[in-house]
Structure formats: C-alpha cells, structure tokens
C-alpha cells in the first residue's frame, strides 16, 4: 500500500534513542499513511536486533559500516512514499508536526522541502534550532532563537525534515554520498534551489532535539576538516564560472582569516584541519569538478535566484546565531 510519509531515521549505537523516536512517530495525530525505516550506520551494540524485536512494523536495514549521511539513500530507494521526512534519531516530534509539514508542501508546489523548528529536549521552551543562514564566503551557521519569527520562511538549507521524494529522484540521491558528514545540508540546499525549488523552516511545526550527537563520537578537528572540505566543495559547484572566480578570493579570505583566528586561540588542531581541506580541495581537483558539472546539468535558475538568501550579517560572530566557523 502507498503511503503519503516515510521516516527514515538514522542509527548508530543508539538503540534507545531510536525506539524513542520510533514511540513519538507513533503518537502522532495524523490523517495520512505512513511508514517507518531505520538505517543503521554499522553499530556495534545489536541496536538493529533490538529495534527488530521492539517494533515488528518497522523496517530495518543493515549497513556493515557508517558511511554517514549517504545512508539515508538505502531507505530512500526503498520507499514509494510521496515524502520523506529524513532525520538522526535523537528526536521526538510533536503530535500535530507531520499533518502541518504535509500541508504544507501540499499548498506550495515550488517548495521542495520543509523543516520543523527544532526546541531542546530537555529545555523545551528553547529553540535548538531555528533555521540557517548562510555566507558568501560558504560559511554558515543556525539559529537558536526565534530571529526568523513565527510564520514559514523561505531559507538557504536545512539538514532535516519533510522532502518530495521526487526531487531527490531528480538528483539520483539525497545527500552527497561523497561527504560523510557536515556540510551536506549546504549542498542539498543549494541543488535544490538550482534545480529552481525552495527550502522553508516552519516554526509552528515543532520537534524536539536532544543534542548534537557528532560532536559527541568524533574528533573536534575531523569535524572542522570536514566542514571545510564539503562547504569548499559545493562552493565550487553552485555558481556560473563569473561568479565564482568573482567570490574565490573573499572564499579565501574567510579562510586565512579562521585559520589565523585558530592559531591566536591555539587551536591548532583546527588550524592544520582547515588547511588539510584545501589541500585535499586542490589535489582532488578532478572529483571537484565532476560534482560541479553533475549539479550544473539540473540548473534551472540563474546565480541571483541562490544569491538573494546569502546574509553576512553573522559571519564571523555578528550576531547570535551558533556558525559552523
């Protein structure tokens, strides 16, 4: 049978987290079908086997190792559901978030994707997440309070929520499946919107989130390294060959700026992970170029159409929203 919905959450040694979850999917109130996966990222404490033996309605697929956000595409391929909402495991939704989320996208046909505000678990009159911005230098950063107001938004990105799936049929994929981990909700945002289709944050759909659990299981400095690399990397595919040779060099400066800004505080570990990523940019040069040639085959709309939801209001700490710096 068809669904209007699919869940697909990711796992990796959290069982718990999951079922809980799993539960307030259950709890919704909701007038649409829908269905559940898990994908699980390689654990190694049986979360599949527990997940398996707590739900029998929930579909389980195991990875042999965590390839990261490339995971989310092994559900993906398996769903026939209208949408997908794609999100970690360490959430719970509230019960009327879905049927505003559908409705949503169901009244704006040139909207792609759409995202719940994000308030803390355990402090839930404080928003954790509350919509993204982004820089021309490709940096960006979150919202953790209300700056974007009460009513749907139209913003760069998000890494969550409520997607057509026959957009990312259109891409082949979800995330990149070459990035691992941050930064790819950067890029999505930005295919989406050359593929000529908007991102919106709809704070009156609520979910609730219990942290960041990457911060917790790497390395600080591998984030950094990553981050750098991915944002690096959609950069380059985004805009007409004009614009990018007119924005390398304030790209660059962000950069040397950071990485001075690192070696002042003496992080060095986030300097030497800031330069790993543009060497690795420069000697990947070729793998670069191929992801700029695949996005530039689904262009719809020129670079002013992307370059009107660039801010610099909060680079570099102007203002209070977390930044990915």
Same mark, same amino acid.
């Given at each position: 049978?068809?669904?209007?919905?699919?869940?697909?959450?990711?796992?990796?040694?959290?069982?718990?987290?999951?079922?809980?979850?799993?539960?307030?999917?259950?709890?919704m109130k909701t007038r649409h079908k829908f269905d559940i996966f898990?994908?699980?990222?390689?654990?190694?404490?049986?979360?599949?086997?527990?997940?398996?033996?707590?739900?029998?309605?929930?579909?389980?697929?195991?990875?042999?190792?965590?390839?990261?956000?490339?995971?989310?595409?092994?559900?993906?391929?398996?769903?026939?559901?209208?949408?997908?909402?794609?999100?970690?495991?360490?959430?719970?939704?509230?019960?009327?978030?879905?049927?505003?989320?559908?409705?949503?996208?169901?009244?704006?046909?040139?909207?792609?994707?759409?995202?719940?505000?994000?308030?803390?678990?355990?402090?839930?009159?404080?928003?954790?997440?509350?919509?993204?911005?982004?820089?021309?230098?490709?940096?960006?950063?979150?919202?953790?309070?209300?700056?974007?107001?009460?009513?749907?938004?139209?913003?760069?990105?998000?890494?969550?929520?409520l997607i057509r799936n026959s957009v990312i049929k259109k891409f082949?994929?979800?995330?990149?499946?070459?990035?691992?981990?941050?930064?790819?909700?950067?890029?999505?945002?930005? $295919? =989406? @919107?050359?593929? &000529?289709?908007?991102?919106?944050?709809?704070?009156?759909?609520?979910? !609730?989130?219990? #942290?960041?659990? %990457?911060?917790?299981?790497?390395?600080?400095?591998?984030?950094?390294?990553?981050?750098?690399?991915?944002?690096?990397?959609?950069?380059?595919?985004?805009?007409?060959?004009?614009?990018?040779?007119?924005?390398?060099?304030?790209?660059?400066l962000a950069r040397a700026v950071a990485i001075a800004r690192d070696?002042?505080?003496?992080?060095?570990?986030?300097?030497?992970?800031?330069?790993?990523?543009?060497?690795?940019?420069?000697?990947?040069?070729?793998?670069?170029?191929?992801?700029?040639?695949?996005?530039? $085959? =689904? @262009?719809?709309? &020129?670079?002013?159409?992307?370059?009107?939801?660039?801010?610099?209001? !909060?680079?570099? #700490?102007?203002? %209070?929203?977390?930044?990915?710096?």
């Amino acid at each position: 049978m068809k669904t209007k919905v699919s869940f697909v959450i990711l796992s990796h040694n959290d069982a718990g987290m999951v079922i809980s979850a799993v539960n307030s999917i259950k709890r919704m109130k909701t007038r649409h079908k829908f269905d559940i996966f898990v994908v699980d990222n390689g654990s190694k404490d049986r979360t599949p086997e527990k997940i398996k033996k707590k739900f029998n309605d929930v579909k389980v697929i195991e990875l042999p190792d965590n390839i990261g956000t490339a995971a989310y595409d092994a559900a993906i391929k398996k769903s026939n559901s209208e949408y997908i909402f794609f999100t970690g495991c360490d959430v719970e939704f509230k019960k009327d978030m879905l049927d505003m989320l559908v409705g949503f996208l169901d009244r704006n046909k040139a909207a792609a994707q759409v995202a719940p505000k994000y308030a803390d678990f355990y402090s839930r009159r404080k928003t954790d997440l509350g919509g993204t911005w982004l820089s021309r230098s490709f940096y960006s950063g979150t919202f953790k309070d209300d700056t974007l107001g009460k009513e749907a938004i139209e913003i760069p990105y998000i890494g969550t929520g409520l997607i057509r799936n026959s957009v990312i049929k259109k891409f082949g994929y979800l995330f990149d499946n070459g990035y691992f981990f941050y930064g790819e909700d950067v890029d999505l945002g930005m $295919r =989406i @919107r050359l593929a &000529g289709f908007k991102v919106y944050y709809m704070p009156s759909a609520i979910a !609730y989130h219990r #942290g960041s659990i %990457s911060r917790k299981i790497h390395n600080p400095a591998f984030l950094t390294y990553l981050m750098e690399r991915n944002l690096l990397r959609t950069f380059f595919k985004v805009f007409s060959m004009k614009n990018l040779i007119l924005f390398i060099p304030y790209v660059m400066l962000a950069r040397a700026v950071a990485i001075a800004r690192d070696l002042l505080l003496l992080r060095f570990g986030g300097a030497f992970s800031r330069i790993k990523a543009i060497w690795w940019v420069i000697a990947n040069f070729n793998l670069v170029i191929e992801g700029r040639r695949e996005a530039q $085959r =689904i @262009r719809k709309v &020129g670079d002013n159409e992307i370059l009107k939801f660039f801010s610099e209001r !909060y680079l570099f #700490g102007i203002g %209070s929203p977390a930044k990915s710096l």
